[in-house]
């Protein structure tokens, strides 16, 4: 049996830790600023790839990531399984009852807001598809319905995570934009499977068209019905006669593969199996938040990562970056999408402004954008520069969306309390045995963070404050606070009395986390939303807890980052 | 870039999804006979490979694992970053505070332990390499040393699921076994190294032999010293400033593939670096328990059963298997380890009966011997024949390992309430409005369930008693109970009445889950044990709460089920 040489399994681990790294890191860079992970993960291929490692160091590149022998295989099929698992997680997160309880919404933005993009992007194609970055030598038509179908799908889980960052999600307006992108979702891919047939996929499979077809929409159906039915119904079986949650993640995982190797059979893709699968798996009750998170972790941070960022691998996006098709592709992408989601949405009811937020935030096009382009990529039908042109739009409209949306609504970003906090203002210990003390400490503690504070004045405005009402929210937390008119940002400083210490709370119980909030007398709702902050994170006991045994700031942030959206970090 | 073609991907899928199901399948079917899994999954290759389904179907065996084109080389790709996973899993159980806490005693036992087998298997190796099953064209002296180290090595997991079971592990005896087996388990695979760099994996590194014996040391100094440091230090500052828990999942994998590739590049084994970046990582108090769960459980339930299934497909167990050289080598483990643990542990100071249990328990061998075995069948050092013996030799050891702990402490096994009630005894809702209605209607069910009971004198018997005092523990639970002259076998009912009745309890809450428990007069211990085992349950208040909302008999089991204990299935 042939097997991998010792040089070979050295590259590939090599390979496999470098991209893993990179991409990881660069994914975190670009959550930090607040963009989905998938940008900086994408960055990480194109920085090892021909695009920069490989154009500069050809020797290290080619070593790294041969293009010959046995290991661009292996990495093919590594990242074809990467692939299919992160399609199972975004096919999980689509929830049929949310496009159930909003259907005449989701269903009036969600197809205007597939239609007529689809037709914004068909006509200029068909017409002139070689402005559109179409080669000679694959049909005009399906090329112009490739390209109809890419720019129409939004990506669900950007749209999902800029909502919750907006705190939108659990609002009307969040719900039916959720809705309308679960629709389109589903939709699209339904689109683009009989496009991927189109494409002469299915030549290969060695069936006929028309059998492509009517297999997917049989295989849809039964999914969507039968197969919904049986997995709901068969996994408490699961759950009760194998070891758990290890049971239901192998079960999970073969089926998912089952139907990957189903549809890739009768020629569509593995990865439409494996999203129709998740879509029904994930629609289970019985399937239990552990088991979710599990595979949501695992696929959302190795995976993923290591399948975007092997896209950077394959293709030189310096050489092809086109800036006319680029614009050319953005302008027709944001202006379709745009025109058929707010006029669908005034239709449906919604104001101007909510109007418009729903189309910014449904422009939003993320990963998925860019699979579709590699697959078209891989099966000869798009070039090398239409596939960077529609990275670069999904890149571009997964950054602006957020800003956008709250542009429209003008909504003003979440305040967070710790935001205004530093190692320097954190007191680990504040050996303070009354409230004044402790006051006294944060203060000094603020001013040695924020050199334009004075420690008296500070505390001088919190203790007066603090003789009015006593400043304890209760759950050993405490909020004194200080507005004062010399300062025009806010500073917050934190400290922990691990003894407790009394703040005259509701509950009675010692403070044992006292936070100073010290705002601009010219801005006073944030006294407001920091206090809301706070009480916030107080809502969990398991974070307070956590909070108050945190030695130092590090471990502060650690404990107060328990509740990151993985699956929503791509898109 | 050489790519997998259409039809390359759709087998590639189907074998995985076909290994995957089979291993997990025949995994649970051991589990459920008390076995670990890794016996399951063993088996399941067997069945594909070239023992079974390639000997009765050779056209489907070829088709669905070719042994020619890039597929085999794929499979390996994926196998070997499969076991290097599952090493780092086996490296982050071992524990090296507990061999601190008990030194002498694991001192003791896992010297002696591994010294005895080791110089029992190594003589006649060297006297007589061909009874051992030593081929022309390796070097004896290299083949012995492999042998010896093989036959020495313990199961780490295998023995410390083995003691959970048995109700041993926090006992002291459980302790010093796990201890002792700790210790084996490292300097086990440091031996390893060393014979791996001896084999002349070494040579295809480039490196001279003691170079690579040099750099072992160095880096295995290097990762429990400063690497273990290094790690402690880093995770909370990986916590606090990436995504929880990916953001830790990545890292953890990131330092493991570099380790693996370390380790394979000097000409070791990137198993080993994996193994020790395990032991370092998993001896960081910040290692939070929810990352843990998913690299465990991730790893156990699908990388594990891959590799485990894969082994089956590359030898022919039936051609290779030969009775003479599995008796020789079981003969020669088994003696050895027993000598080396009894004699040690004895005069570690336990008694003779807990020198046997020892020595039994240690002598379970499980994944670890396979997995050498695997990687000295692949540098040619041994033939399918001793490969074949060695891993039913593990088999068969960590089989019967737990059996014989249990005759040699004469302990027996323990009673589950559960095991004694069936979907015909379960009542998902009593109707009852006080204790008499639920006692009779679970007389009624236990009385269906169990043909030789008689629900009139169960529920009389039961009344009796109650009347006595109130069998409410608490907590929402009660306990009535019968012990009938005229059965010889325990019977459970169990009944929920969702809106909760008074059992006299002492926490004076109404019993919302109400088990009848019907024990044989002539057995009086079992009425106690079953006690326990509803009091042993009802101390975790979420488990009780899931029990209550549990619809169905299925769902009240996997209610129950929730505390696997993954890694522990492997060894």
């Not at 292996?74 to 949310?98: K, N, P, Q, R, Y």
């Not at 997917?216 to 408490?236: E, Q, Y």
């Not at 949501?296 to 399948?307: D, G, N, Y």
């Not at 003789?467 to 909020?479: K, Y």
Request: with cysteine; charged share 15%.
């Amino acid at each position: 049996m042939s097997q991998l040489t010792h040089h070979e399994i050295v590259v590939l681990l090599v390979s496999l830790g470098v991209l893993l790294a990179a991409a990881r890191a660069l994914g975190e860079v670009a959550r930090r600023l607040g963009q989905p992970a998938v940008i900086g993960e994408i960055a990480a291929g194109i920085l090892l790839g021909p695009t920069v490692l490989q154009a500069a160091f050809p020797g290290v590149g080619e070593w790294l990531f041969p293009r010959e022998g046995p290991l661009p295989q292996v990495m093919h099929g590594i990242t074809t399984i990467a692939i299919t698992l992160f399609l199972l997680v975004a096919g999980m997160e689509v929830d049929l009852s949310t496009i159930w309880r909003r259907r005449v919404a989701a269903l009036s933005v969600g197809v205007g807001g597939m239609v007529v993009p689809f037709a914004v992007a068909l006509v200029p194609a068909l017409l002139a598809p070689r402005l559109m970055g179409w080669d000679e030598g694959s049909s005009v038509k399906v090329f112009a319905l490739f390209l109809a179908t890419a720019l129409s799908i939004s990506a669900l889980p950007v749209v999902a995570k800029m909502l919750i960052d907006l705190q939108l999600f659990r609002t009307d307006l969040g719900m039916t934009i959720v809705a309308a992108a679960v629709f389109n979702d589903l939709a699209g891919w339904m689109v683009f499977a009989m496009v991927l047939a189109l494409m002469g996929h299915a030549a290969s499979s060695g069936l006929e068209l028309w059998h492509t077809i009517t297999l997917t929409l049989v295989f849809v159906a039964f999914m969507l019905v039968a197969g919904r039915w049986l997995i709901d119904r068969s996994l408490p079986w699961v759950q009760a006669h194998t070891s758990f949650p290890g049971g239901v993640l192998g079960f999970a995982l073969v089926i998912t593969i089952a139907c990957a190797a189903f549809t890739e059979w009768i020629g569509v893709h593995a990865i439409f199996g494996a999203f129709i699968c998740g879509v029904a798996l994930g629609d289970s009750r019985h399937l239990r938040p552990r088991t979710r998170e599990i595979i949501e972790q695992f696929v959302s941070f190795i995976f993923a990562p290591l399948f975007f960022a092997s896209i950077g691998l394959r293709v030189d996006f310096a050489a092809n970056f086109d800036l006319g098709l680029v614009l050319v592709v953005l302008a027709l992408a944001t202006v379709g999408k745009l025109a058929g989601c707010v006029v669908s949405a005034r239709f449906a009811g919604f104001r101007s402004r909510e109007a418009w937020a729903i189309g910014f935030g449904m422009n939003a096009r993320g990963a998925m954008e860019i699979i579709l382009g590699l697959l078209a990529l891989e099966a000869g039908l798009i070039n090398e520069r239409l596939f960077v042109a529609l990275v670069v739009m999904a890149l571009l409209t997964s950054i602006t969306s957020g800003m956008l949306v709250q542009w429209s609504l003008g909504k003003p970003k979440p305040v967070r309390f710790w935001a205004f906090a530093s190692s320097k203002s954190f007191v680990p210990d504040l050996g303070a045995t009354n409230s004044t003390e402790a006051i006294r400490a944060l203060a000094r503690a603020a001013a040695d963070a924020n050199p334009d504070l004075d420690a008296d004045a500070v505390a001088e405005v919190a203790l007066a404050r603090e003789r009015l009402m006593g400043s304890g929210i209760g759950g050993g937390i405490a909020v004194p606070h200080a507005r004062l008119a010399t300062i025009d940002a806010p500073a917050v400083a934190i400290g922990r009395v691990p003894g407790g210490v009394d703040f005259d709370a509701p509950d009675e119980q010692p403070a044992r986390l006292v936070i100073l909030l010290i705002t601009p007398a010219s801005q006073p709702e944030y006294q407001l939303r920091l206090l809301a902050s706070v009480a916030q994170t107080a809502q969990s006991p398991a974070t307070v807890e956590r909070l108050v045994e945190a030695a130092s700031w590090t471990e502060f942030l650690a404990a107060l980052n328990t509740d990151a959206t993985p699956a929503q970090e791509h898109g």
